[in-house]
C-alpha cells in the first residue's frame, strides 16, 4: 500500500472525538458543574490507583465519550485577568484556549445563560462570528477550575 492509498483510505476513517483529557484540582466541584449546572451525564466516577488520582468520565451527548477529568493538586489553569474574553481573538497563555460545546437552539442557550447568571458565573455577551460562520451564536463561561467553555448554537432564523 503507496502513502497516498494509505492517507485516503484513513481519510474518511475519522469518526469524531472519542474523549479530552483534562486536569482539575476538585474533582467533586468539577462532576457538581458539569451535572448540576450544565446537566451532563456522568458516565463513571473511579477512585484513584497506582498510575493516578480519581477521575471521572462526562458526557456532553453526541458521539464519543466527552471529558475524562483527572484529579491533580495544584492543577494549573491558564485564565484571563478579567476571566472570561470580552472579544473574539482574546487568547490565554498556552494551547487550551476553550472547549465547544453545542446546543440544539436558541430556548436551550437562553437558559443556559439563565442558569450560569443566577449562580453568578461570569459570562460573555452572546457573540456570532460573523462571514465564516453565518447564523452561529456563541457565549463563553468557565467552569470551576477556570477551564473556558464556549457554548455554540446555530440561531433559529438561520437554521
Known amino acids: 500500500m503507496t502513502g497516498e492509498t494509505a492517507s485516503a483510505e484513513l481519510s474518511h476513517a475519522w469518526l469524531g ?9 476538585d474533582l467533586d466541584a468539577t462532576v457538581a458543574f458539569y451535572r448540576d449546572v450544565l446537566e451532563m451525564r456522568v458516565l463513571f466516577e473511579a477512585p484513584a490507583n497506582p498510575h493516578h488520582g480519581r477521575h471521572a468520565m462526562i458526557s456532553p451527548g453526541g458521539a464519543g465519550m466527552g471529558f475524562h477529568f483527572f484529579e491533580v493538586p495544584n492543577t494549573q ?3 484571563l485577568p ?3 474574553p470580552t472579544k473574539p481573538g482574546e487568547f490565554l497563555p498556552g494551547a487550551l484556549q476553550h472547549i465547544a460545546v453545542t446546543l440544539a437552539d436558541d430556548r436551550s442557550a437562553l437558559a443556559l445563560r ?3 447568571i443566577a449562580r453568578n458565573i461570569p459570562i460573555t455577551p452572546i457573540l456570532e462570528p460573523g462571514r465564516f460562520a453565518p447564523g452561529v451564536r456563541i457565549f463563553l463561561f468557565p467552569d470551576p477550575s477556570g477551564l473556558l467553555l464556549k457554548a455554540t448554537w446555530v440561531r433559529a432564523d438561520s437554521a
Not at 472525538?17 to 484540582?25: D, E, F, G, M
Open 17 to 25: 472525538i472519542n474523549h479530552v483529557s483534562l486536569a482539575t484540582s
Open 77 to 79: 489553569i491558564a485564565r
Open 82 to 84: 478579567a476571566v472570561v
Open 114 to 116: 439563565d442558569r450560569l
